[in-house]
């Protein structure tokens, strides 16, 4: 009786009679391989379309970039509208756990409820007027990167192992301290283009991923599996 089965290597102490082992046809590459692990991964990439991940993760990646960086107001907006959407969720959830509490006695119940009204009152302002809520949290990105990059430069100077790491620590204090003071005065102009420079890394990302897929892709297109004839006889 003959039959088509899968081809099939030859491991260490494994034989035909052993077990059959279904692989790719690609012997060249898996004896050049010298690790064992490198041969693993390249045939689950083969096997399970690993390519299709990155393809959509960096086409995705792409649209953001283009909207990030050809309409950064509307992409601000966007923003703020799903930040409102959020809050108002996480606001609903604080408000049910204070309603849960409250039937006991302790001071969780109305804290919770000032929490969630505070929440909520976000969320709202982003709908009614995103830009009072685009200033409030300009001033406080502003006040982050100030006093992040005053304490980074400090921390470099006073603290870093060695000379090029104290610079580096110092001038990467100093840029986001100049980030910060451009954020607080010159709102409009810097929150454009900070959101214009992450259209950047998401365009650059997604022509990466995108890229990568289809070298996967490629490769992929040898990975089918081969076909041999054997005779399995019974003994």
């Known amino acids: 009786m003959r039959w088509q089965i899968p081809a099939m290597t030859m491991t260490d102490g494994i034989s ?4 059959v082992l279904p692989v790719m046809d690609t012997v060249s590459f898996l004896r050049s391989t010298a690790k064992p692990s490198v041969m693993a991964a390249y045939c689950v990439m083969c096997t399970t379309k690993s390519w299709k991940y990155p393809l959509a993760a960096g086409t995705l990646s792409i649209l953001l970039g283009v909207l990030l960086f050809l309409e950064p107001a509307l992409s ?6 799903s930040l409102g959407i959020i809050a108002v969720v996480i606001a609903a959830v604080i408000l049910a756990g204070a309603a849960f509490f409250s039937r006991g006695s302790g001071p969780l119940a109305p804290l919770l409820l000032v929490i969630g009204i505070l ?24 006040a982050v990167l100030i ?3 005053l304490g980074m430069a400090c921390t470099g100077v006073f603290q870093g192992e060695t000379l ?3 610079l580096l620590m110092a001038l990467g204090g100093i840029i986001l301290a100049i980030l910060g003071f451009m954020v607080l005065f ?22 990466v991923s995108v890229a990568g897929a289809v070298v996967l892709w490629w490769q992929g297109r040898s990975c089918q599996p081969g076909w041999i004839d054997a005779e399995l006889v019974e003994k």
């Open 164 to 166: 090029p790491r104290r």
């Open 119 to 142: 929440v909520l009152a976000m969320g709202v302002t982003a709908f009614i007027n995103p830009g009072l809520l685009g200033g409030v949290m300009a001033v406080i990105a502003a």
């Open 16 to 19: 035909l009679q052993d077990t």
């Open 76 to 81: 601000l907006r966007l923003f703020l509208y």
């Open 147 to 149: 006093v992040g990059g």
């Open 186 to 207: 010159h709102t409009a102009f810097t929150t454009v283009l900070i959101v214009r420079l992450l259209g950047l890394f998401f365009l650059v990302a997604g022509v």
